[in-house]
């Protein structure tokens, strides 16, 4: 989907300030730490709560910011169904509103955290996080590595060569991939969980990845889900929470279709999406690796899926 690179609000983002004095009485609550959780993006949608909140008497705010990609509202006072429907319309609008410059944006996850973004600034953030600002720069400047005529990554993306701007940068900022000998330990659960999904999904699972966890220091496992096209994620979900395992080790599940793998810059999480397809370590491998059978062994009667985890691109261990 070809994202607004522009801000759809007419109006000039509203600044924390203006904002604080405009609205000083429904947030005299927040008066010690004001906006300071609200993204700058978010102002001008927070300044239309407020004021259709004053319209319908007035509420007193408790807290008004972000996290995890979504805004966050509490209220006090006031007529609660009536300011409880306004908040709730606002966060409809945050979540597909960029938190940085207000354009247009999606829920996209970032190497440690979510966040609502348009396409610009959700490269600029992935890439910043991780790099000094010249290094930023000059990767931007930079021609774009593949097509003609020559456009700097900047330039493209503002145009509908962005999802490929976006796949560079994430491939650029991709953690290690797994190593074999750090899952060792876990792969006995590993077994359990591929049995289980294979007999939920029979020949409709495509694949089982392993990834690292989303932080740098994070040893919890990932197990993506590649399912067929038109497979309903919250179908894979069931199978998922009925799995008889127990989950201290902070296994976290993710559902992605082929297409999302095949143009991760495309995909709602190309974050995701690229790190299943680039970084994600094939079960059959480590299964293989720890001297225990492959999950095609354990294949449910309803189908005879292929081994999971051909990807020729994943690392050997
Ligand atoms: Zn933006």
Redesign the pocket.
Known sequence: MPLA?R?HTARPPATAARLALRHARQLSALSGRGFAGLPR?WHGLSDRLLCATEAAGGARFTRLDAAYGCLRVAFEAGERDLVGALVTAAQAEAAVT??????A?LHRRLARRAAV??????VHLALTESLPPWAVRTWLRAPLASGAPAVSRAAALGSDRAPQVLEQALARLLPPAPRIEALRADAPRIAGVCAHLRRAFGARLHGLRLLPGSGPAERHLGLVLELSPGEAEWDAMIAVEALPLDFDWSCRIECLSPQALAWPGRSADPWLALLARDRGLPVARLLAACGLHGPAATAGPSGAPRAAGGDPGAPAG
């Open positions: 690179t801000p993006g960029c938190e940085r410059c207000g354009g944006g973004l348009c396409m610009p600034h959700f």
